[in-house]
């Protein structure tokens, strides 16, 4: 399997548990926040034509950029535009 497709499955398995982060998962110590925004971030760098394209691969990055947008973080705000505007 090449990087590609461990960054999908890794996109698929965190969107199919996003739905059970609890609060206590945000706080500083798991970095969750970060981390996730830096995997949305490279995924849409890399991948954004993949991502409109193919509906599953935008489901699952469409789902964990929600947990994020949820909970007003800025940067998955402005990455949550940027894909709307791109379509």
């Known amino acids: 399997p090449s990087t590609a497709d461990y960054l999908r499955e890794g996109v698929?398995?965190?969107a199919e548990v996003s739905n059970q982060f609890k609060?206590?998962?945000w706080r500083d110590f798991y970095h969750l926040?970060?981390?996730l925004l830096k995997l949305?971030?490279?995924d849409w760098r890399n991948n954004?034509?993949?991502i409109l394209?193919?509906?599953e691969v935008r489901q699952q990055f469409s789902t964990l950029l929600?947990?994020?947008s949820d909970r007003q973080v800025a940067q998955a705000l402005e990455l949550q535009?940027?894909?709307l505007r791109t379509k």
């Open 53 to 55: 394209s193919d509906a």
């Open 40 to 42: 949305l971030e490279y």
């Open 66 to 68: 929600k947990s994020m």
């Open 12 to 14: 698929q398995k965190l």
């Open 33 to 35: 926040e970060y981390s």
């Open 81 to 83: 535009d940027k894909m």
């Open 23 to 25: 609060d206590w998962h």
């Open 48 to 50: 954004s034509r993949l």
